[in-house]
């Protein structure tokens, strides 16, 4: 049997000064098995924001499931990697410090998110690296940024974010950050700044793949 179904309920802490470490793990080892299969959901705390080069929530070919959670991730940390996964986000909270990844989605992965919100704290902060075509990804985020924090919403590497939402940004934040990639604001997408320094499309290279209909 190589279903996998983990729930976290409680708390589960990073330890100060130690690195590479893993709250949920969750990896799917066989092809034929499906991402629904792989199932590892969040109703509690994952805190990772005193360690290095850690991951809140690791998974690889299967769901990760966010119901009310909260997940904190510090310097260097991501919350949540999704690898040819399945993520759903559907209340709950994320707390990103500084050069924190709020979730890395490589390999085709989805993200829907019904509701939650996103404080961030410090400075250089991520909330989505996206590597790569074929992520789905539905917003419905609500973004808090501290006084002297800055962060990019979304890193796209080599392929295409399509997007018809609404995104606001106070000060020294990124809204896009392309490498050979292409973003498509929707007719009804709308990017504001109130505060100073912010940029709304920042891009090198060039995209070289299919786009979606009608482009």
């Given at each position: 049997n190589d279903k996998v179904d983990i729930s976290n309920t409680g708390i589960i802490n990073d330890i100060s000064g130690h690195s590479k470490a893993v709250g949920i793990y969750a990896e799917n080892k066989n092809a034929t098995v499906n991402r629904s299969d792989v199932q590892a959901?969040?109703?509690?705390?994952?805190?990772?924001a005193n360690s290095a080069n850690s991951v809140?929530?690791?998974?690889?070919?299967?769901t990760f499931t966010n119901n009310g959670g909260q997940i904190k991730v510090g310097y260097g940390n991501v919350g949540i990697y999704a690898d040819n996964?399945?993520?759903?986000?559907?209340?709950?909270?994320?707390e990103l410090?500084?050069?924190a990844t709020g979730?890395?989605?490589?390999?085709s992965s989805d993200l829907n998110v019904t509701s939650g919100t996103i404080n961030v704290t410090g400075q250089n902060a991520v909330i989505y690296n996206i590597n790569g075509s074929g992520s789905n990804i539905n917003n419905n985020w609500t973004i808090n940024s501290s006084a002297g924090a800055s962060y990019i919403f979304a890193n796209?590497?080599?392929g295409v974010y399509?997007?018809?939402?609404?995104y606001s940004l106070a000060n020294n934040s990124v809204v896009f950050s392309g490498i050979n990639s292409a973003v498509i604001l929707d007719s009804n997408g709308v990017i504001t700044g109130s505060g100073t320094n912010n940029v709304?499309?920042?891009s090198t290279g060039q995209y070289s793949g299919a786009l979606p209909a009608p482009y």
């Open positions: 959901v969040n109703t509690g705390v994952l805190n990772f809140a929530a690791y998974i690889t070919g299967g996964s399945d993520v759903s986000f559907n209340s709950g909270t994320i410090g500084s050069n979730f890395y989605l490589d390999n796209i590497n080599s399509q997007t018809t939402g609404n709304a499309l920042y």
